[in-house]
T-cell receptor, first 116, second 113 residues
């Protein structure tokens, strides 16, 4: 069974440009999460999808970030326009049933974003 | 709000020595607690999780962690370190809603030959 995949693995862009990150969850997983780790800091929650619906987007930093999950399968996270402080590693995770007490979140390898 | 503190951003042990990675949490309700490991160029992998069934939790690769409510701790241990254990380890707690994970800052483990 394939794990969570993310594309690209690395992205280097200039300030003001747009970048789109993609996450493919494990097949059949309704729950999809985005997290971000800024250099030297904690991994922070960004948002949670249940199928195609945003369940919780309380961690999204600002309106330059837009996440979508059309059709309830893969998800994209767009940053437009990118700023220097957006640099970091963006992780995606998926889980089957939701609810951490009974379910496990499986993480992808992350996308390392560098904004110059 | 829930939070996690990992003591020591870097820990170095000799091969064969005890591994002890410290984690303290704050939570107003009984938490779910986790340890994740990240090997180079890989995603986060769940080592073990505490969900109130037993205070001593055994995980993969010989790791275990003990939940101590009185100390609000969930330290990770392994009796004998292997070179392959070199990685970054994250302690985490679940949000009261049970969905989002709150992570500590991570501890990088170095294993010396």
């Amino acid at each position: 069974e394939a794990g969570v995949t993310q594309f690209p693995s690395h992205s280097v862009i200039e300030k003001g440009q747009t970048v789109t990150l993609r996450c493919d969850p494990i097949s059949g997983h309704d729950n999809l999460y985005w997290y971000r780790r800024v250099m030297g800091k904690e991994i922070k929650f960004l948002l949670h999808f249940v199928k195609e619906s945003k369940q919780d987007e309380s961690g999204m930093p600002n309106n330059r970030f837009l996440a979508e999950r059309t059709g309830g399968t893969y998800s994209t996270l767009k940053v437009q326009p990118a700023e220097l402080e957006d640099s970091g590693v963006y992780f995606c995770a998926s889980s089957q049933a939701g609810g951490l007490g009974t379910d496990t979140q499986y993480f992808g390898p992350g996308t390392r974003l560098t904004v110059l | 709000a829930q939070s996690v503190t990992q003591l020591g951003s870097h820990v170095s042990v000799s091969e064969g020595a005890l591994v002890l990675l410290r984690c303290n949490y704050s939570s107003s309700v009984p938490p779910y607690l986790f340890w994740y490991v990240q090997y180079p160029n890989q995603g986060l992998q769940l080592l073990l999780k505490y969900t109130s069934a037993a205070t001593l939790v055994k995980g993969i690769n010989g790791f275990e962690a003990e939940f101590k409510k009185s100390e609000t701790s969930f330290h990770l241990t392994k009796p004998s370190a292997h070179m392959s254990d070199a990685a970054e380890y994250f302690c985490a707690v679940s949000d009261t809603g049970g969905f989002k994970t709150i992570f500590g800052a991570g501890t990088r483990l170095f294993v010396k030959a």
